[in-house]
Structure formats: structure tokens, C-alpha cells
């Protein structure tokens, strides 16, 4: 926060706090204490970054608020008076919904509608709960430009922005497979000129590490895209128009992004401990590595018994070679992993099992760590639910609660987009040119 506070000038700083499992671990954290729920990392690094900001005039809009984004506003009140520094605070809410059987949490994926009614409410710092992470960009951008529902090409070009943000560094370097020759060590994050027709330019603040090039900014587009059409909750952008260009040193500019109708749903995500697991890792060095996986495997299994857990699954990992000038390069991985619904069934009995055989299984056996007695394991589902469920709460800096509704004018299915017309592949007659074997990792990123 800091170093984006610092490096240059900014509009609004935005945050991204919730990965899939962190709404799982917050759940969990709000099981212990019901006064939390939220990233409190959030806290830690406003505490250094209030006062930077509010000198500067820049807004921080956060998702920080996971499953308590009440709890969040009151904690950055109490810091705020701490520091010293006076800040105005809203929260959007509404993204909670009713927990099925067996769930510790159930969130709708909202959009930016209820950041853009708190910004339009004055608010120095908003904090939400589980909206998408292009909601982060989207809100303020329509916020900043007055953008509507309708606005569709706008919201899209914003989306796809956003989404370039989402994942930090990986836009500037961090995570490409074309690295070598970039200074990657300590990568600068991404920023996005956002301009009033949706299109923006990405780029990072001068002096910082890392890469912004087509290269970086393609790698990061395509995370996590499954197709054509990019569904959100304001709007679906469609990827096939994204037009991508060089615009100076360490900027790329995005434009042509168009938009459509979102889809008549939104995602929702349901987490649950899925029950608990184990994990042992046997090393095997030397000769007939098979043969001495395929012994403790059998001694392992038939020391479970009728008291072992339900799911076994057995890895070996060949990462021994012939001729091999160390021990550690001489050795294969056996890897057990272990679950079950009880955690009695992945603790003693695996552990036991285990390490019990040490004087009695293979030569040289030995495990990379002693077994613990098993831990807990989350599930993260992905579900659809209608709009009309979910209604957005915007709680402005003076108290006023504003809703907004999830329901759009118009939505659209999401049909698939047909497969492009490719260039024909290159042929190679025999004696056309020389041609070597090299890995497809040298030409194609992944």
C-alpha cells in the first residue's frame, strides 16, 4: 500500500483480499470470534497508508470486508482516530446468503454498483464484502465517469482492466513464463488508466521492478478465463475483442473491449470443511524403486486394517536418475495422501503406520518429515443463484443505507462464442528447410 501510495500519482488504490480459500479461513475465524471475519492484514497496512492517502486525495476501495464488512468499517474508524487522521468510511453489504446444510459460508459474487453508491457518498475508504474482483475497478470507474447499467462497452473495458489487476505482480512480471532478461525480482504492481469510453492503459509506477509489456498483460488476461465471454455482474465482456497494443515503456494499452447483457445468475460460492487429511512422503533411493514402493505400499495398507481411511491415494514421483552423482538425486518421492470424515481415521492410524515400518520395510527407508496427527481440508463450490436473492447494501459515511438491487434491465445467455478461423498450420515437406526439436515452453507461454 505504501509503495502504491508513494510511487506516483493515483486516483484510487484498490485491494484484493479474498481468494476462494480466504473466505473459507474467514469462516472459520469468525467461528473463534463473531467481532471478525475480515482480513486483518487490511488494518495493518492502512495503518502506514491512511495518512498517505488522505494527503494525497486518493480513495482505497477494498474487498478486505469478507464475511464482516460492518466489523471492517468500525475497525478502520477505531484506527483512524488512533492515527490521528480523520477519514469519511462505507461498507457495502448484501452478499451473504442463507448457509446450506453442512456450509460455513455461502457468498454472492456482487458487482460494483454498491462501491460507486458509497464513493458517490463521499466516502474516503469503502470496504466490501464478496464482490467480484473486477468490482474493485468497475465501481469507482463508474463512480468517476457517471457510467449506468446500460453502459455496457464502458463496464466491459473496466472488467477486463480489473482483471488484469486482480492478481498483482502477475501483470508485471511475476509468474511469466518469458521472464529471463526482465528484472523480476521485486516486480512493481500494475496500475490502470481507466478513460471514460472503458478503455485504459496499464502500467506501473516509474522506477519499480518487474515488466509491462503485451507479453505480461496477455499472460494475465487469460488467467482463469474459460472462454469468449467473461461473465460478470454488471456486465459480460467479451475477451474475442480485446484489442492489445504497445503505448510507450512499460504500458499497454486495452481498448475495443465490448460488452453484453450479464448472464441471468449470479456465482455464488459455498465453502465447507470437507473433512481431514494426512500426508506422509517416503524416500526411496537406489535401485528397484518400484519394487520398494510397491512393498510399503502393501505394508502400509495392511497395517491400516479395517480402521483406515476412506480415500487413499498413493504418487510416486521419479525424481531419481541413472548414474546419479548425490543421494538426493538418486531418490524417488512416495507420496500418501490421506482422507477421511473422521480425523481419528487420518491421525494415529497413519502415522503409526508409517513410521512403525521403518526397521522392518525397505533399505534406506525414511520419510521427509514425521506425520502429524492430520488437519482439516475446505471445499469451495461454485453454484448459481437468481438476482433477485441478492440485494446490495451501500451504508454510506453518514449512516444512510442505500440498496441496490442485483436485477438488471435486460440479461443474456451465455452462448458459446464459435472457435476463430486459425491460419493454416505450416507445412514441412521433406527437404523444405532445417528444422531442430525444441520445447513447446520456448515459443508458447503457460
Known sequence: MKEMLTGGPLDVLTGDYLAELTMLILGRDRLKDPRYGYAKTFLRQ??????????????????????????????????????????????????????????????????????????????????????????????????????????????????????????????????????????????????????????????????????????????????????????????????????????????????GVRGEAPPPELKAGVTRIGGWRNEVVFVLTGLDIEAKAALVRAQVEDAFGKAGPRDVRWDLVRTDRADAGSEECASALLRLVVRDADPEAVGRVVSGAAIELALGSYPGFHVTAPPGKGAPYGVFEAVGVERGRVVQTAVLPDGERVLVPSEVVRTRGLEVVAEPVLPEPLSWSAGGGATRRAPLGSVAGA
Do not use: M
Open 46 to 255: 492502512l495503518e502506514e497508508g491512511l495518512g498517505l492517502a488522505q494527503e494525497r486525495g486518493v480513495r482505497i476501495v477494498a474487498n478486505a470486508g469478507g464475511l464482516n464488512p460492518a466489523g471492517l468499517a468500525d475497525a478502520v474508524r477505531e484506527l483512524s482516530v488512533r492515527v490521528g487522521v480523520p477519514v469519511r468510511v462505507g461498507w457495502v453489504e448484501g452478499d451473504a446468503l442463507p448457509l446450506p446444510e453442512g456450509a460455513l459460508t455461502a457468498n454472492a459474487y456482487t458487482g460494483g454498483s454498491g462501491i460507486a453508491e458509497c464513493l458517490r457518498g463521499g466516502a474516503d475508504v469503502v470496504v466490501t464484502g464478496r464482490v467480484t474482483d473486477a468490482a474493485l475497478v468497475t465501481g469507482p470507474a463508474a463512480w468517476h465517469y457517471g457510467w449506468g447499467p446500460e453502459d455496457l462497452d464502458q463496464l466491459a473495458g473496466a472488467v477486463v482492466a480489473g482483471h488484469v489487476l486482480e492478481c498483482g505482480t502477475q501483470a508485471t512480471g511475476g509468474n511469466y513464463s518469458f521472464f529471463a532478461g526482465h528484472d523480476v525480482r521485486r516486480p512493481g504492481f500494475p496500475l490502470a488508466e481507466v478513460h471514460a469510453d472503458g478503455s485504459c492503459v496499464i502500467t506501473k509506477h516509474p522506477g519499480t521492478g518487474g515488466v509491462v509489456d503485451v507479453g505480461t498483460v496477455t499472460a494475465q488476461l487469460l488467467y482463469e478465463t474459460g472462454g469468449a465471454r467473461y461473465a460478470g455482474p454488471d456486465v459480460t465482456a467479451r475477451l474475442d475483442t480485446v484489442r492489445l497494443e504497445a503505448d510507450g515503456r512499460d504500458r499497454v494499452r486495452i481498448s
